[in-house]
C-alpha cells in the first residue's frame, strides 16, 4: 500500500507542523508513509528551513505549496484558511495513494500510527474520534450546534484534526468538495470546515477510539494515554504561558526545533498559561459523574486498535 500523512499550516505555522510530522517519524511512520506538508505562498526561505529541519532529524518532509484559487477570500473566519486547505487535499495530492492520514499541525504523535493504515474502515470513506466537546454530557450547546449545522443530536459528530482517508474513496465521493461548497455558504459557523465536513459525512465515517485523537477536554475529564495529542484550542505547548501538564510539550517543540532556522517558534517558558483555562481544566477533574458517564460513552461506541 501506499501511504501519507499529511499536515497543513499557514507559511508562519511550518514550524509546528514539521514537528507533528516529525514525531509520527520518530515512531517509524517513515517506513509506512509519506511526510508531505501542505502550505500556501511558501517563500525560498520556507523551502530552505524545511530542508535544514529535515537534514538535522535524517527525515524527509516535503513541502508542497498550493494555489489557494477557490480557498481565497474564506479566511476570515477564527481558523483561517489553512484549517480550510484540508477541504482541497483531493485536489493537489497524489491520486495513487491508497490511505492519507490528515493531522492538524497542533497534534504531536506519541506512539506509532501504523495500526491506523492497517485498520478495516469498513467500507467507509473515512476514520475520525468522535469530538469530546460536542457530546450532549459535556457541550450544553452540543444539540444546538449539532441542529445549527443540519444534524440531529443523536448524530455522532468527530473532530477534523486526525482524520484515516480511504483515498480511492474519497476521490470518488464528493466529499470535499460538498464540504467546500457548504463552507462558502455558511463561513461563519463556529468549526467552520469541520462543521461542513459533519454536516456532508453523516454515516459515511468510522469511529476511533479515542486515543487517536486526545483533544483538551478529553485530557482534562480523562487519565488517558494518548496515541496522537491533540492541543486544540488557544493554549499551545509552544507559547511562553502554557496549560499545567504541557511543561515536557514545551520541552518536545524546543528540543525539536533547536539548531534550525525556526528556533525560535517557541517562547521561553513562564508561568503556566490563563489561570480561567487551568482552573477549569482542574474543575473537569473533579466532575466524577461526568468522568463516568464519559468513560462509559467511550468505552461503547468505538473500536479498539
Known amino acids: 500500500?501506499?501511504?501519507?500523512?499529511?499536515?497543513?499550516?499557514?507559511?508562519?505555522?511550518?514550524?509546528?507542523?514539521?514537528?507533528t510530522l516529525?514525531?509520527?517519524?520518530?515512531?517509524?511512520?517513515?517506513?509506512?508513509?509519506d511526510l508531505i506538508l501542505v502550505s500556501f505562498q511558501t517563500k525560498h526561505d520556507d523551502q530552505n528551513n524545511l530542508a535544514q529541519f529535515n537534514q538535522k532529524h535524517a527525515i524527509n518532509i516535503k513541502l508542497v505549496d498550493v494555489p489557494l484559487n477557490d480557498l481565497t477570500g474564506m479566511g476570515q473566519g477564527r481558523l483561517g484558511i489553512g484549517s480550510l486547505l484540508r477541504l482541497k487535499l483531493d485536489a493537489f495530492l497524489p491520486k495513487n495513494y491508497d490511505r492519507i492520514l490528515y493531522l492538524d499541525s497542533d497534534v504531536v504523535a506519541e506512539a506509532s500510527c501504523k495500526k491506523l493504515f492497517e485498520m478495516n474502515l469498513d467500507s467507509q470513506i473515512f476514520a475520525a474520534v468522535e469530538n469530546t466537546a460536542l457530546l450532549p454530557l459535556i457541550g450544553s450547546n452540543a444539540s444546538k450546534h449539532k441542529k445549527a449545522i443540519g444534524m440531529t443530536p443523536s448524530q455522532r459528530y468527530f473532530n477534523a484534526g486526525v482524520m484515516l482517508f480511504d483515498w480511492h474513496k474519497t476521490q470518488s465521493s464528493r466529499l470535499m468538495r460538498d464540504s467546500l461548497a457548504l463552507m462558502k455558504l455558511n463561513p461563519t459557523w463556529p468549526f467552520q470546515d469541520q462543521d461542513a465536513l459533519n454536516a456532508v459525512a453523516q454515516g459515511q465515517?468510522?469511529?476511533?477510539?479515542?486515543?487517536?485523537?486526545?483533544?483538551?477536554k478529553t485530557a482534562d475529564y480523562l487519565d488517558i494515554k494518548p496515541r496522537f495529542r491533540h492541543f486544540n484550542g488557544v493554549g499551545k505547548p509552544w507559547n511562553s504561558k502554557h496549560r499545567f501538564g504541557f511543561a515536557r510539550y514545551h520541552t518536545y517543540y524546543t528540543e525539536s526545533l533547536k539548531g534550525t532556522p525556526w528556533q525560535g517558534f517557541v517562547k521561553q517558558s513562564q508561568m503556566p498559561w490563563s489561570v480561567k483555562d487551568n482552573w477549569r481544566a482542574f474543575l473537569r477533574k473533579l466532575s466524577f459523574n461526568k468522568i463516568a458517564k464519559l468513560k462509559n460513552h467511550i468505552s461503547l461506541v468505538a473500536e479498539k486498535i
Open 1 to 19: 500500500m501506499k501511504n501519507a500523512i499529511v499536515v497543513c499550516a499557514t507559511p508562519n505555522w511550518l514550524a509546528p507542523a514539521a514537528v
Open 22 to 33: 516529525l514525531s509520527c517519524a520518530q515512531h517509524g511512520a517513515s517506513q509506512f508513509a
Open 205 to 216: 465515517w468510522k469511529m476511533l477510539d479515542h486515543t487517536w485523537n486526545v483533544t483538551k
